[in-house]
């Protein structure tokens, strides 16, 4: 294949790498970012705080996306610790369900985990189809600006967009 | 025999925060280009504040590469992690002609020597036929961090001298949507080393595991991913092994074999597949002298791993000081 340049250098010999110059990759271009538009569908949410999609396994935030209702009447914390944070209480919450869902042997599958603050909600919603193993969405709401019905609604919405071969074509 | 990369207790700590490229020049960093004593973030948080773009190939048995676009980070490669290739291909081992064992352990073998030719080549055509930007971009980003822990982690041994070198211009096969900061990417290598640290009976990235032989209760509900990494916990494999005959990142994998050691699904101790000694309730009865052989404190089975801790109290000493563990 012509874009796969085997590469004759000594060095990438050694450290076993295919590697393209940048400009000759021409079947495969840098697209959109398509992990990031896909979560930026959620800032429609209203009273979004932070969104997160979260790999369970390793509570490792793919992405992040800050809402209207996000940082600005916080305490002022760096958003992506926000989004951190909660993720990894999240994903935290993920596995002990799990345990405790294996433990029972109850074939019965978790749908979503609502958080009820006094001034939030934290919604977690695995997202069994997608990734290598499924991932979590986490997002966070402004209780006096959200309804709760409506931002579930939305999120499982999202949850057929984000499954494997759904996206819409690369573009060029 | 693998290497033993998780093991080196110490690193270069990066300091948070914008780095200077004063402050990054009193690294262990030479010449761009020539050998290097130790890898570390030196020369890569040099190149990061000079804006580069290229390969930063770390030789040595830990070979991998950091594809920097512009200062950041575009990939970086393992030869122990799978890479995008790997976890491309692999559902094409598996869905379309049911489990073929066989044919993957074909592909896996040349990765893991670091020969990504022709699985490179297989999935650029595989990416070229299917239009899925969404799970290969979160696969890119998966295979990306999990390559990162190997690279960029406390994984060189210090008697190993691994050599660094930049070859600038050069791409990853798959052009990054996405570009990391240098300084972002060591934190979650820092969460990650620090999660490892703190795993319990004895789970490592590199120690075998296995199943056991009866379990101690009578029903337990696994998930898909569960049951393969349980079934192929066959007392030979550890869940590096696993992880590359899944498909699947190394340090999600090892996360969720510690998981199902707790459990009780697997055991690291291959003398302990006698459910009486792997009884939750009774984690120090008859396994006392085994602990001690693996130095390893005796730990109720029900400790319960924190993200959340690793997220908001990353601790030095449990990255830099595992032997107090």
């Excluded at chain 2, 319990?200 to 696994?222: N, S």
């Amino acid at each position: 294949m012509h874009l796969i340049q085997a590469d004759r250098q000594d060095d990438e010999r050694e450290s076993g790498s295919i590697s393209v110059i940048t400009d000759t990759a021409e079947s495969i271009r840098a697209g959109t970012d398509a992990v990031h538009e896909a979560l930026a569908r959620l800032r429609s949410i209203d009273g979004l705080v932070v969104a997160c999609l979260v790999e369970p396994d390793s509570a490792y935030v793919l992405d992040t996306v800050i809402g209207d209702a996000g940082p600005s009447t916080d305490p002022p914390a760096a958003p992506d610790s926000i989004g951190l944070t909660v993720a990894a209480g999240a994903s935290d919450i993920a596995q002990v369900i799990g345990l405790m869902t294996s433990s029972l042997g109850d074939p019965d599958e978790l749908e979503d985990v609502i958080i009820t603050l006094g001034r939030r909600y934290h919604l977690i919603t695995p997202l069994a189809q997608a990734g290598a193993d499924g991932l979590l969405i986490v997002i966070t709401l402004d209780r006096a600006h959200t309804n709760l019905a409506l931002a579930r609604q939305q999120l499982r919405a999202l949850g057929p967009l984000l499954a494997p071969a759904i996206e819409p074509s690369r573009g060029s | 025999m693998a290497p033993r990369p998780w093991r080196r207790a110490g690193r270069i700590r990066v300091p948070d925060g914008p780095v200077h490229p004063s402050e990054a020049a009193t690294g262990p960093t030479g010449s761009k280009g020539s050998d290097q004593a130790q890898t570390g973030p030196g020369p890569l948080l040099e190149l990061a504040a000079e804006q580069a773009t290229g390969a930063l190939y770390t030789n040595g048995p830990w070979n991998g590469a950091v594809y920097l676009v512009r200062g950041r980070i575009g990939y970086v490669e393992s030869v122990l992690t799978p890479g995008l290739e790997a976890l491309l291909l692999r559902p094409t081992y598996t869905d379309e002609q049911g489990t073929n064992e066989q044919g993957w352990a074909q592909v896996v073998q040349p990765l893991r020597r670091g020969e990504r030719k022709d699985a490179v080549s297989a999935a650029a055509a595989l990416l070229r036929q299917t239009n899925r930007s969404f799970d290969t971009e979160i696969l890119r980003r998966t295979a990306l961090a999990d390559a990162a822990l190997a690279t960029l982690g406390s994984t060189a041994p210090d008697t190993t001298p691994a050599r660094v070198r930049f070859r600038p211009g050069i791409g990853h096969w798959y052009p990054p949507a996405r570009t990391f900061s240098v300084a972002e990417m060591l934190a979650e290598v820092d969460r990650r080393e620090s999660l490892l640290a703190h795993l319990t009976l004895g789970i490592q990235p590199d120690r075998v595991v296995q199943r056991v032989a009866e379990l101690p209760f009578e029903r337990i509900r696994l998930t898909a991913t569960q049951w393969n990494i349980a079934r192929l916990a066959d007392g030979r494999s550890t869940p590096l092994d696993i992880a590359w005959m899944l498909g699947h990142g190394v340090f999600a994998t090892t996360l969720a074999v510690h998981q199902l050691a707790r459990l009780g699904v697997i055991s690291t101790d291959l003398d302990a597949s006698d459910p009486k000694e792997l009884d939750g309730s009774n984690p120090e009865s008859s396994n006392i002298d085994l602990a001690e052989r693996h130095s390893r404190p005796a730990v109720p089975a029900r400790h319960v791993l924190s993200f959340l801790r690793a997220a908001t109290h990353p601790d030095p000493a449990a990255i830099t000081g595992k032997d107090l563990v």
